[in-house]
């Protein structure tokens, strides 16, 4: 009798070599040991993806999308092969998948593909007769039998669709780091790992800067209410439990800090305070790809405004060209480009429902004499644009001022 | 309005690199603006295969074959991928397929599956709209969507396989020589590229050593009239038609020659001349996966005779133990194995009507003192086992007796 069903994720440097998968292999068979089903996610070998992506620029800057997800998906298929013979060799059953094999559905936007339905019927045949089910993760296969992808990080989605799909007990991400912290230990060395923390408080981690799971699988996870353990491949550690919600949360105010240090801020000087003016510059970005993050509007007094937003380092250039399209529409002036800016964000369910976090941020920042050039808040994030230089000690400032190394 | 279909494939040395994939790209363009409809059939690049291969060794000696499927068809994936990119970097339209996509369906004997029906309608619409069809060489998918290869060469055997199915006007293999030769240039500089071969004849150069293509996907392009050109994928010359007839084939005696130094000669003496003693034998040998080639029994005056047969010269120690087992229930002597031998072999279809060429053969070795160990015949090709070290002298003697640098 089966004790339950297990979905496990792991991520690229958990089989980055020979060594590594025979690892996986060993702790996969050791929940088989213990009576567990087991379904597992893999993606491709270590660097896999970024030397296909290599090969193929060389023959093109303008890949097909389509050909370039035939391409990729060649590296979770090494995958999932390579560790169904290692389960083997460790004389327990396994059965190796492609995501279209799997009957992973999706729609047909190539390279970022959405599922839209997966079969369950092969995997449910195969674990009922004992094997162990692996699953090639960041891919699947649109109506027509083209093989799609699902974007960067993407084999967390394929764990979590799963996980929700076959009604698994837990969904459990392997990955390099132990667990989510309040912040990054290399800022802050006294940085916690939190054993629990909730989708939303993940979703803003995730879309702020921390890099340990894709924000699109958060989400998925949380409209399905899917449990996650985000913990190491390198250890036997607990790590950190992402779910609905988490107890005594009234009592934590704030669960973690972010900085992110990739944004540029762009100011637009003295736009003609009138309607759609705001709604033109924001549809030329859109429709150039390019997504704002903060946006900031000050009261005008003299019909005449400073719009100001950030966006990503890397798309400063193309942002400045798109306004310069539509600036002679608009009649504004000056457009200026700061890089030297951090984004340094409190995130934490507990501060929907107590005042005063937002000042003790603010006060807490000033005590510092950090100067704060943008705010933006959310329900459960409040994010406040500083000088670069400056991330590393408001992280500390505002770590020990929220009690997070407790 | 189309000119024709073409099924072209290119081997891994065809494809070892970028820029040999983008000369593949220009040479299938090349075709498109003839206005040709083209199909092409690509192997992994270069030792793509091979590395698979090393990779699973690290982890297995005895890898499940249908993991060993799956592994190695990512292979042939990546090169359809990359050639897509390549041709449509010069501005033509292609789409490129895996075995399973084009509906190539195979039986279940993974590694070396055989081809039961090929489902050419998404090829078809395909090339309607002017594309150029890129399939997956060497691979197919069973009736229960597993992936299967098709042995080692079995690229040959997809584009064969495709040509017979899409009734295509031509079948080009194109490869690292620029056709066939009348024997092995680099034992006689004075070999000639044949014009045309038949199929017989190829399959007995095939099978006796001459390792341009694989036998099995000469014997279905012989079975369904098939025309393959084998050619150069370095150069735009002719090279080698295998066909139906040869024109005037009554004139030609032989058409090629080939030297096999691959083969050991094992010699069971003193076997007691009675009904079913060979039969125990070479039943054994069957059941130990040993394929026996040659094999000579002389007239016995003695109630003993001796039993020589070849074998692959790495097949030589499992050969040994397979006769023991049965050496005791037929109580022969002993066992001798002989490596130092080469199969000299002519072939021809013009000698199945001709009179004398079996004794111009041995005339011809006779009188350069190259003494014939064994003999064996059939239809269309005449074998001799002599000294190793002579082959090379005796590949040039019967050459030039022949008439075939002309």
Redesign the interface.
Known sequence: MSKGLIVQKFGGSSVAN?ER??NVAKRVTGYRKKGFDVVVVVSALGDTTDE?IE??S???TE??E???D??L??GE??S???L???I??LGFEA??F?G??VGIVTDKSHTKARIVKIATD?IKKELKVGRVVIVAGFQGVTPD???TTLGRGGSDLTAVALAKELKADECEIYTDVDGIYSTDPRIEPKAKKLAQITYDEMLEMASLGAQVMQARSIEVAKKFDVPIHVRSSFSDKDGTMIIKEVKNMEDVLVTGITLNKNEAKITICEVPDKPGVAAKIFKELASSGISVDMIVQNVSHTRKTDISFTVNKNDAARTIKAIKKVNSDIGAGDILVDEDIARISIVGVGMKSHHGVAAKMFETLAHEKINIEMISTSDISISCIIKKNLGGTAVKILHEKFNLSK
């Open positions: 020979v998968i025979q296909l090969l193929a060389q023959i093109t890949p097909s389509r050909e370039m035939m391409l998906s060649t298929q090494i999932v092969a390579l169904a013979m290692a083997h060799k059965i190796s492609t279209s094999q092969r039998d083209d093989i």
